[in-house]
C-alpha cells in the first residue's frame, strides 16, 4: 500500500513516496501535474490550502501550533487570488504568487478523493508528542531535529533520485507529509477543525 506526500518547492513539487511506512522512492513534479503519475497512490497528502479563506482550519491549525503560530499560512479569499496583484489588493505578493497553486490543487482536489491536506509543522509537531520542535526548519539544527523525528517513525530517508536537488526542508516537509498520509490510510489521522467544515461538499480540513 502506498501513500505520497507533496510539498511545493521552486519550480514545481517534491513528492516522497511510502510503502507500507517505508521510503522507497521520490519525484519531482511539475507546478501544473494532474497527480497521474501517482497512480499507485491511495492517498496523496499535500501541503497546500484545499479550497479558500477564511477557514476554520487555519485557525485551528494556529492553536495547534502554539508557538509557531505563524508557519500557517492564510489562505486568501477566492476572489482576491484571481484578482491581479497590487497596492491595496490586502494581501502579500507571496500569498498572490500562492494562488495559482491553491486554484491548481483545489480544483483537482474536487476530481481526486485521494489528496488530503496537510501542513508539516503540524505533522512534526505531532510527531514530536505536540511539543514544539524549537527550531527553523531552514537551521541546521532544525533540519537534524525533522530528520531524527521521521527516523522515530522509521521514515529514512535515502538515496534520492528525481527530488535530489530540492532544499533539504522541501524534502522533509515531504516526507512529514507522507506520514500524515500514512495515518489517514490507517484511519489514526485526526483533523484541524475535528470534524471538517465541509465546504460545496467537500471536507477542508488540515490532517495529521
Do not use: C
Not at 497512480?39 to 482550519?57: W, Y
Not at 531524527?148 to 530540492?166: G, H
Amino acid at each position: 500500500m502506498t501513500v505520497v506526500g507533496v510539498d511545493g518547492t521552486k519550480g514545481g513539487w517534491v513528492a516522497i513516496a511510502l510503502e507500507r511506512g517505508r521510503f522507497p522512492s521520490d519525484y519531482f513534479l511539475p507546478v501544473d501535474t494532474d497527480f497521474a503519475i501517482l497512480r499507485d497512490a491511495q492517498v496523496i497528502a499535500v501541503d497546500i490550502p484545499i479550497g479558500f479563506g477564511p477557514r476554520r482550519a487555519d485557525v485551528a491549525a494556529r492553536a495547534f501550533l502554539t508557538g509557531a503560530a505563524s508557519t500557517v499560512f492564510t489562505t486568501p479569499p477566492r476572489h482576491l487570488i484571481e484578482m491581479p496583484f497590487g497596492p491595496g489588493l490586502g494581501i502579500s505578493a507571496q500569498s498572490h504568487a500562492l494562488g495559482a497553486r491553491i486554484l491548481h490543487v483545489t480544483g483537482v482536489a474536487r476530481a481526486d478523493s485521494r489528496l488530503r491536506e496537510v501542513h508539516p509543522e503540524v505533522s512534526f509537531r505531532a510527531m514530536n508528542e505536540r511539543s514544539p520542535v524549537g527550531y527553523r526548519k531552514k537551521s541546521a539544527a532544525g533540519a537534524i531535529k525533522r530528520i531524527e523525528l521521521l527516523r522515530r517513525q522509521e521514515i529514512e530517508i535515502t538515496r534520492l533520485t528525481d527530488a535530489a536537488s530540492a532544499p533539504l526542508d522541501d524534502v522533509l516537509d515531504a516526507a512529514a507529509a507522507a506520514w500524515s498520509a500514512q495515518r489517514i490510510l490507517s484511519g489514526e489521522a485526526k483533523s484541524l477543525p475535528d470534524p471538517p467544515k465541509v465546504v460545496d461538499g467537500y471536507p477542508v480540513a488540515i490532517w495529521y
